[in-house]
């Protein structure tokens, strides 16, 4: 299945079966592929209430979705809660700009949701795409998922830089082969206002 890569994934306690949080089907592409080349296992889980318009937010997960299923991959629909969103992760900080105090709240709300999901459906791991993106700290990214994990009992954030190893090229690839919907920009109102 697709292109071998050089990265050897070490997966915290050696689970095979991991929840992977998920932004969009571009970012999943390689980090799945690489995921299941070496015998473990996703479930897909797409929690972006951020995401504005809610037609866009469907239109995302409709790829992640058509993506999963192609792969025989279990796809979690989390709850679209946009308003709870704004009022628990953005209020405040909505003049922040890209990268700041509103992306590691928005990050720390979604990965908070992932990791509660986690802990009620026994998986033991917990990572997400958000640090494929070059638009994304790292640091938050990581920041986030340590925050949430320690927040839930029994899951492990696994903190990987899905960045290294070749895997951005190859997303770049498997986003042209299967033809992906690749959005402009990270999701929420805030971040469309300031792409220009």
């Given amino acids: 299945m697709g292109k071998k890569h050089g990265l050897i994934l070490e997966v915290p306690g050696g689970a095979k ?3 992977l949080h998920t932004c969009c089907a571009p970012c999943s592409s390689a980090i799945i592929e690489i995921m299941l080349q070496q015998g473990i296992t996703p479930t897909v889980f797409y929690s972006n209430s951020n995401i504005f318009p ?3 937010y469907l239109h995302r997960k ?3 979705t058509r ?3 192609s792969l025989g991959l279990e796809i979690v629909d989390d709850d679209y809660a946009h308003e709870d969103w704004r009022s628990e992760a953005a209020r405040g900080l ?3 700009p890209e990268r700041g105090a509103r992306c590691l709240a928005c990050f720390r709300y979604r990965l908070l949701r992932a990791a509660r999901y986690a ?3 026994g998986y033991t791991v917990l990572t997400t795409t958000l640090a494929s993106s070059r638009w994304k700290d790292l640091a938050q990214v990581d920041e986030a998922g340590r925050q949430a994990c320690a927040a839930v009992d029994g899951v492990t954030w696994w903190g990987q830089n ?3 190893g070749g895997l951005q090229d190859r997303r770049n690839q498997l986003i042209k082969e299967l033809g992906f919907y690749n959005q402009q920009y990270c999701g929420c109102e805030y971040s469309l206002r300031d792409r220009g």
Avoid: F, G, M, P
């Fill in 67 to 69: 993506y999963a299923q």
């Fill in 62 to 64: 409709a790829e992640c």
């Fill in 162 to 164: 899905w960045r290294k």
């Fill in 94 to 96: 909505e003049n922040e």
């Fill in 119 to 121: 802990s009620e459906h």
């Fill in 17 to 19: 079966r991991v929840l």
């Fill in 54 to 56: 809610q037609e866009e």
